[in-house]
């Protein structure tokens, strides 16, 4: 016994904690691995068909599945090795919280930030490991100087807490805050792009854009709205929460300054994890929104002095980052395409089904929003839930009323077919109860 404890005592870190949980749960990330060992040389859209892969994809979660979880747009479950390696890091914090969590943990950040920066294709000194989408993109809208009077460019489609913050400087500081109304669905982003070339003024001093917009997953024309913005010397926020590790694009294609997205959501990171992306000669023009010394001006850490913190939840965010590489983005990406390829057109072959997203490639992320005549889309949500337990959710905005769907790789076809049925089962009966 005696022995044993000092062979314990005596284990480094990671190894010692690491001991029981990991056991079983690399085992599916394993898998994961091996079903795509090969796919890198294959066609993606081939690799999206083949079940037999995504079988294991399936199994490395841990969902109920008595339940249908068709809102992964809100929030993404991580695969079990992520919530294992998050618990790994949480139980060691505590035997010796200042110095485990501050001396060795914090330090590991460097290398996730590293891998951040890999898949996103930007320098690692220019990713900051944030909470979510959220502060990453609060950071921006309130980190850039403005003045009374100053305009700031937005969309009324644009994520309602992001609008919200613009609102707050509207009320704080004066600032005018206009609202493009975007067309549903749309495949012209010529049209897009003038709609808000025709709202700039000399005194536009911001625009926030979405690379894909949540409630109907459109695809946004950022290049060009970047380029534009670039053209009259204003920033171009892009809220990606919809676009990284959902879509299969890196930073080149985008040429953007600024984006923000959660990790939490297409990563399948753990919850409360996001990442800011600062195009180095724009961080220092960049307030954090909390303080930071002078000597930081330069260094995009100072968008990360938030006091305390747990190092579990951005540590963990390695193990996500492993697990999407195993895959392999373009599969990812793929897959989401196909699996609403698989609902969309079993659907749509009812006359009463209406989509509020357009399925070619260029225009739309990979979740889609759809509406059906005859059923009020409240109610529909709720007995969706109510009798067949699967979750959607009910976007009631004017222009693109609808229920969204966002399915991700854990989902099966089976249970794709299990929505199809019950909605063609509201289609021909009615949602009376
Ligand atoms: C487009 C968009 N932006 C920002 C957010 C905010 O993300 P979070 O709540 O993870 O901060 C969301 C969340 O759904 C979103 O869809």
Redesign the pocket.
Request: hydrophobic share 25%; charged share 25%; net charge negative.
């Given at each position: 016994m005696h022995d044993r404890r000092r062979f314990l005592g005596a284990l480094a870190y990671p190894a010692a904690v690491a001991l029981a949980p990991a056991c079983f749960t690399t085992r599916g990330a394993e898998r994961v691995r091996g079903a795509f060992a090969d796919a890198h040389t294959l066609d993606p859209d081939d690799v999206a068909r083949d079940e037999a892969r995504w079988f294991e994809v399936q199994q490395a979660f841990t969902c109920d599945r008595s339940t249908v979880n068709l809102n992964n747009?809100?929030?993404c479950p991580a695969p079990e090795v992520v919530q294992a390696a998050m618990k790994r890091h949480l139980d060691y914090s505590n035997t010796l919280p200042s110095q485990h969590l501050w001396q060795t943990l914090e330090p590991q950040k460097e290398t996730v930030r590293d891998g951040l920066a890999r898949l996103f294709g930007c320098h690692r000194e220019e990713v900051a490991i944030t909470r979510?989408?959220?502060?990453s993109?609060q950071i921006c809208q309130f980190g850039l100087d403005l003045e009374r009077g100053d305009e700031v460019l937005t969309s009324d489609q644009?994520?309602p807490?992001?609008l919200t913050t613009f609102e707050q400087r509207v009320r704080r500081d004066g600032i005018v805050l206009k609202k493009i109304r975007l067309p549903v669905p749309c495949e012209d982003f010529g049209a897009l792009l003038g709609l808000y070339e025709r709202e700039l003024t000399p005194r536009t001093k911001m625009i926030l854009v979405?690379h894909v917009v949540?409630i109907t997953g459109q695809r946004m024309p950022v290049k060009e709205l970047v380029e534009l913005g670039r053209s009259r010397g204003i920033p171009v926020i892009v809220?990606g929460?919809?676009g990284f590790a959902n879509l299969d694009v890196r930073l080149a294609e985008l040429g953007c300054d600024y984006y923000g997205t959660?990790l939490?959501?297409w990563l399948f990171a753990p919850h409360g994890t996001?990442m800011l992306f600062v195009r180095r000669d724009k961080i220092r023009g960049l307030w954090p929104l909390m303080a930071a010394t002078e000597k930081q001006d330069d260094d995009v850490r100072k968008f990360e002095e938030i006091g305390t913190h747990p190092a579990a939840n951005f540590l963990a965010i390695g193990e996500a980052l492993a697990f999407h590489h195993g895959i392999g983005p373009a599969n990812k990406e793929a897959r989401l395409r196909y699996l609403r390829s698989v609902w969309t057109q079993r659907l749509c072959a009812n006359p009463r089904t209406r989509l509020n997203t357009s399925l070619a490639k260029p225009f739309s992320g990979t979740h889609a929003n759809v509406r059906f005549e005859g059923l009020d889309t409240r109610e529909l949500h709720t007995w969706l839930w109510e009798k067949h337990k699967i979750f959607t959710v009910a976007i009631l905005h004017p222009d693109c009323e609808g229920l969204r769907i966002t399915p991700s790789v854990h989902n099966t076809l089976q249970e794709l077919e299990r929505f199809c049925d019950a909605l063609e089962e509201a289609l021909e009966k009615g949602i009376a109860t």
């Open positions: 747009g809100g929030v979510n989408a959220s502060e993109l644009d994520y807490r992001m979405s949540n809220d929460a919809h959660s939490h959501k996001g």
